[in-house]
């Protein structure tokens, strides 16, 4: 079955750039998208597709997928911006979702 | 803009069968995949499973001896059974829909199962 790896946990100081990535064979070849979750709260869709965004996201959230390598990356990054992110594909040839584990990021 | 909302008992015995519901608003059911999300306490998102609205269904191989996912369009619902459940089933539960490799855009506020005794 696919695996998407994402790293537990990245830290940064506020104003600085965040980069989460997630792994996966191939990826490049597959549609990424990014969740974020905040405690208590259901997941947020903030980047689809790879890189576009859903309407209320702001602009510094932005995303690419190349090779075996897909990123989240949030620019500017602001203390509520703290929350969990989770990468998502669709496996085509199983048919089945899979998830990233997740990454824990600490505005710092 | 589609809502969603899960209901249904919120403590389940061990070996027992855990049976939500997920209810439809604001759009129609009858499109895109329907599809349940699981929340272990302090732990990942994991997908269960999918139904399509024709009921053709997807399972994730862990859980799928295990899973039985149905529609019904007239009610606007539809459901999940998983059975013989065990405290590793403790979670959040969420149902949401996607389209085929599309992003999971709504999701539902989410309901948490405990299995306990």
């Known amino acids: 079955s696919y695996v998407l790896t994402q790293p537990p946990s990245v830290s940064v100081a506020p104003g600085k750039t965040a980069s989460i990535t997630c792994g996966g064979n191939?990826?490049?070849?597959?549609?990424v998208h990014w969740y974020q979750e905040r405690p208590g709260q259901a997941p947020v869709l903030v980047i689809y597709y790879d890189y576009d965004r859903p309407s209320g996201i702001p602009e510094r959230f932005s995303g690419s997928n190349s090779g075996d390598t897909a990123t989240l990356t949030i620019s500017r990054v602001e203390a509520g911006d703290e929350a969990d992110y989770y990468c998502?594909?669709?496996?085509?040839?199983?048919?089945?979702?899979?998830f990233g584990g997740g990454t824990k990021l600490t505005v710092l | 803009q589609v809502q969603l909302q899960e209901s249904g008992p919120g403590l389940v015995k061990p070996s027992e069968t855990l049976s939500l519901t997920c209810s439809v608003s604001?759009?129609?059911?009858?499109?895109?995949?329907w599809s349940w999300i699981r929340q272990p306490p302090g732990k990942g998102l994991e997908w269960i499973g999918y139904i399509y609205y024709s009921g053709s269904t997807n399972y994730n191989p862990s859980l799928k001896s295990r899973v039985t996912i149905s529609i019904d369009t007239s009610k606007k619902q539809f459901s999940l059974k998983l059975s013989s459940v065990t405290a590793a089933d403790t979670a959040i539960y969420y149902c949401?829909?996607?389209?085929?490799?599309?992003?999971?855009?709504?999701w539902g506020q989410g309901t948490m199962v405990t299995v306990s005794s």
């Open positions: 191939n990826i490049g070849g597959k549609s």
């Open positions: 998502q594909v669709w496996d085509s040839s199983s048919d089945h979702v899979v």
């Open positions: 949401s829909e996607n389209d085929s490799s599309g992003p999971f855009d709504i």
């Open positions: 604001g759009g129609s059911i009858n499109a895109y995949y």
